[in-house]
């Protein structure tokens, strides 16, 4: 069952950033406070990856290959998980989508949103 809905995506040009959005409509704030969350993307052609995560107590987790460009936070009340992007690169265009950390079903995943990095 699909319960996160990611945007925020969009065109960027190399070096700019963009801020992804994740929420939980559907949830309640005591089923969503507790998760740990991670947004992940998947190119054309390529496995989806973890690209960030944030546990319940906010402790954080990157890719390597981010190079610190990338920032997870999360607003428990707002039920909302956001991804920071900053100093784009082409490597970065892909479909970014929003799920539990660890291993989610996989009817759980929402359509995600659109990353395009062009020069």
């Known amino acids: 069952q699909v319960r996160f809905v990611e945007s925020g995506g969009g065109l960027a040009q190399p070096g700019g950033s963009l801020r992804l959005s994740c929420r939980a409509p559907r949830m309640i704030f005591s089923t969503f406070a507790p998760l740990a969350l991670g947004w992940y993307r998947q190119a054309p052609g390529k496995q989806r990856e973890l690209v960030a995560g944030i546990y319940s107590d906010r402790r954080t987790t990157y890719s390597d290959s981010l190079k610190g460009r990338f920032s997870i936070s999360r607003d428990n009340s707002r039920k909302t998980v956001w991804l920071q992007m900053n100093n784009l690169e082409p490597e970065d265009t892909a479909t970014y989508s929003c799920?539990?950390?660890?291993?989610?079903?996989?009817?759980?995943w929402g359509q995600g949103t659109q990353v395009t990095v062009f020069s």
């Open positions: 799920n539990e950390l660890g291993t989610p079903g996989s009817d759980s």
